[in-house]
DNA sequence: ATGATATAGTTTGATATCGAACTTATTGGA
DNA sequence: TCCAATAAGTTCGATATCAAACTATATCAT
């Protein structure tokens, strides 16, 4: 059975709908993908805060990670004790906020986060022969465009 | 050895990285928006169940669904007896093959669906106003592409 | 026909997610 | 100063996810 009567056509929300199942596979495929490679119990999520350490810089507090992340911080406060759990992470009082903590990386989460990433090249390259690079990083910015309007809308 | 032709110059593992990153937020937001207009327990997998057994056909069997949605097909007995208890779907024995099952869209559940959409369009024509739909429209089938490479590559 | 193998679905158990209540610390106003 | 309101993080409880083992049925080779 077909759509309602016809609305104007790009204000379908079949079009919307049919965009986030797309980005939801992907995300499961991707997911996936990752999780085979890392060892032991550790899963992306792990994974991303490490390199978000590393990529923004060690220090940050529970709550900013949790931002960043879009996720609540109580999930935070699982995801960081098992980092802390496998000593890849230090989590040590904010200096000026007794409420708040701070997280540092330490050696161990340093060289397991390079070890991870070794392992996971293989397959980025293997996918990199299939998948379209330009494309991608033509696709990227754009992703990160819609995921600030959902962000906004989010607290609006 | 294989030959050591130059390789192009985005073959940076970083650029994939990025790319899942933004795919993953989305899919964060997306969900809980999607999950806040929905009732009860009812969640994102549950609807997207409904929505698929309309759009394609109902009595589907939960392997083809767990196919259609790349999740374990144990993830699936469970969201499909969420559906069940309901009383959104009835899950009918196989008519050839005594092994497997057939899920059926009851009354309830496509009254349900219903609703459920016209709860959410709110939501997305407000977010129309922001997004810019043909650029959605131009993403979607890049997504699917990429999605299928995905989806092939793991298989193999 | 018959036993071996493969397939559909469920169960189990272990872990992840996350809203809500709670604890502790900070801030701001009188 | 004091206390009410706010904020950071944890705990708790309920649910979701999913690999592995299991049950029941089908298919295939001999």
Known sequence: MPDEDAPPAEL??????????????????S????????????????????NHLIRVADGRTPLELSR??????ASLTNTLSGLEKRGFIEMRRHPTDGRS???????????????????????????????NID???RLTPQLAEIRKILDDNRSA
């Open 31 to 50: 997911r996936a993908m990752f999780e085979a490679r890392l060892p032991d119990g550790m899963i992306v999520q792990h994974f991303s805060v490490l």
């Open 135 to 137: 494309q991608l990083t």
């Open 68 to 73: 960043a992340f879009q996720v609540p911080k």
């Open 101 to 131: 903590k701070q997280v540092w990386l330490t050696e161990e989460g340093r060289a397991f986060r390079e070890e991870a990433i070794r392992l996971l090249v293989p397959d980025i390259m293997a996918l990199s022969d299939k998948l």
């Open 12 to 29: 379908n929300p079949g079009t919307v709908f049919e965009f986030f199942n797309e980005i939801g596979i992907i995300q499961q495929l």
